[in-house]
């Protein structure tokens, strides 16, 4: 990247974080308290303290945004509203998950209640709405209505999510299309929203939507097998939680259709009234591991992420304004762990 576009990305990225803070102050009292603490600007007692979340999203408006040629700048109000898109869906999918950890702090619900928490969910994606449709750009109706799909696509990937849960016939085709709606969408929007609102050509738009799509799936599938393997000091949650809450994640699903005495034996524990116990936790992940399920979801984070890069390099064959989102994408499918 060359100093001039790392310059403009800083200066956005700083931005971006200004903006975020700036907007909680449209919000009542209590409901900026609330937001602000979920977003890491202040503890419970309001305390000041440093965001902790990766800003894996709107690093990726303002990335998309000058890999289409486009300043970062001009960008600021997309990379703030999809970021509090995402987290409007955090605080949501944890009530209804039941999570009391998230990012190595008490969640939102638990530290102020199931009311309170809903309530910060419906008031950050309207403030995400408010903050881009007050971008100056001719292009921003087709920002906004670009987020709001994004929105719908992801709530039917969170109902979908929720339903799969109590279904034993849970097919792999069915889970990721699942997991592309829950964090593929947000992600395509992330990559092309900024392209969008600063009316760069819609043929790059389109294939950095493509991109983000694939990166969102592989970024997912990494997610899953932290979920069940991954260590609790560095993903802010406890060992095994998706097993513990019983998910239908992609390493599951492959395990439970795979045919194997393993796979057999896991969905006679997912089957299981009783809450599974800390060996139960252990066993599970060994038999999903057994029954390939991990592999399996390693080769297909793998392959949609190798798709996505060829999608990237073919959009903007030796434009090396494009690097650091390749870059990203490697980093968010852990294939650099």
Known sequence: MTSVMT???????????????SALDRLDPHMRHVCGYHLGFWDTDGTPSTPGGKGV???LVL???AAAGR???EAVPAAVAVELVHNFSLVHDDVMDGDELRRHRTTVWAAFGLSTAILAGDAMLALAGEILGAAPSPTVGYAVQALTATTRRLIA????????????DVTVAECLRMEADKTGALLACSCSIGPMLTDAPASSAAALAEFGERVGLAFQLD?????????PEHTGKPVLSDLRSRKKSAPVVAALTSGTTAGDALQALYRQEAPLDEDELYKAAALVEEAGGRTWAEHRAAAELD???GILADAFAGDERAIPLSDMAVRLAGRDR
């Open 7 to 21: 310059d403009s990305v800083g200066t956005a990225r700083t931005a971006t974080v200004e903006l975020l803070r």
């Open 57 to 59: 999203r709107p690093e």
């Open 63 to 65: 990335l998309g945004t």
């Open 71 to 73: 300043d970062p700048l």
């Open 157 to 168: 990937g969170q109902t979908a999510d929720l339903a799969l849960e109590t279904r034993p």
């Open 223 to 231: 997610d899953d097998l932290l979920g069940i393997w991954g260590a």
């Open 307 to 309: 798709a996505a890069l």
